[in-house]
Structure formats: structure tokens, C-alpha cells
């Protein structure tokens, strides 16, 4: 038996860099017919998605009206076969064991859009490929 592989984006806000994250690697996974579960979360979550993020996902063909960035817990961490942070530590929820990628260099989604997305989505491939791979 094999078990879904499941990734958790985590940003400071849980409501640009983690989301764009998680819809763009649904999009990939589903295209590939990938089957892989996802979420997201912040550290310190905002009330809400800010309108440049629900506008960029837009024009992507993405619509995240009515979400809204929520608090990571212990619970989302246990799940994860593997965490993916954006510039964020992840404080006393930090476990040994814990599969984890820092994309630290992704700049800030509040200075432009495009320039995170586009790192971000180039990225994405090579983490689906890595979760796809059968373990040895």
C-alpha cells in the first residue's frame, strides 16, 4: 500500500507566497495526473488575502475569493511528507525528521507579483518529480 504524498507550504502570512504555492502545484499535479494532497498556512496568519495576491491568481486562472490564511499547527506538520517554508522558521512546531525545503529567496509577492510567481512555479516541477519517485 502506498501512501498519497502530502506538502504543506508555510509563509510568515499564509496569505501570498504559501498560496500561490499551493494553487500553482495543484494545477501541475493534476496536469501530470499526480496524485499528491497539498495545503498552506502561515506563521502568523493575516485576516485576509491580499486583493494584488486574489488578483495575480486571477489572471492565472485561479480563483481563491472567500479563502482565508489560516494558523499552522502541530497537526498540518504531522501529516506532511514534505514542509516547503518561504523565509520562515517554523519555532517550537520544528520537528527532527521533518522533510523540509527552504525557498527563502523568493522575493516578496508585495514588490511584485510576477517576479514570485514565476520563481515559485519554477520550482514546482522538481518537487513533483521528487515526491513521485518511488522510495528506495
Given amino acids: 500500500m502506498t501512501t498519497t504524498p502530502t ?5 510568515l ?4 507566497k504559501s498560496l500561490i504555492a499551493l494553487e500553482h502545484f495543484r494545477r501541475l499535479a493534476q496536469q501530470r495526473g499526480v496524485e499528491v494532497q497539498a495545503d ?14 486574489v488578483q495575480g491568481l486571477l489572471g492565472d486562472g485561479i480563483d481563491v475569493r472567500g479563502r482565508r490564511p489560516r494558523q499552522l ?6 501529516r506532511a511528507s ?8 517554523l519555532g517550537a ?3 527532527s525528521g521533518l522533510a523540509r525545503e527552504r525557498w527563502d529567496d523568493v522575493p516578496a509577492v508585495s ?7 514565476d520563481l515559485i512555479v519554477g520550482r514546482l516541477p522538481g518537487l513533483l518529480d521528487d515526491l513521485s519517485l518511488p522510495a528506495s
Fill in 7 to 11: 506538502v504543506l507550504f508555510v509563509c
Fill in 13 to 16: 502570512h499564509g496569505s501570498a
Fill in 40 to 53: 498552506w498556512a502561515g506563521i502568523e496568519p493575516d485576516a485576509e488575502i491580499p486583493p494584488r495576491v
Fill in 73 to 78: 499547527t502541530r497537526a498540518d506538520l504531522e
Fill in 82 to 89: 514534505c514542509v516547503v517554508t518561504f523565509g520562515c522558521e
Fill in 93 to 95: 512546531l520544528e520537528s
Fill in 111 to 117: 514588490e511584485g507579483y510576477t517576479p514570485a510567481r
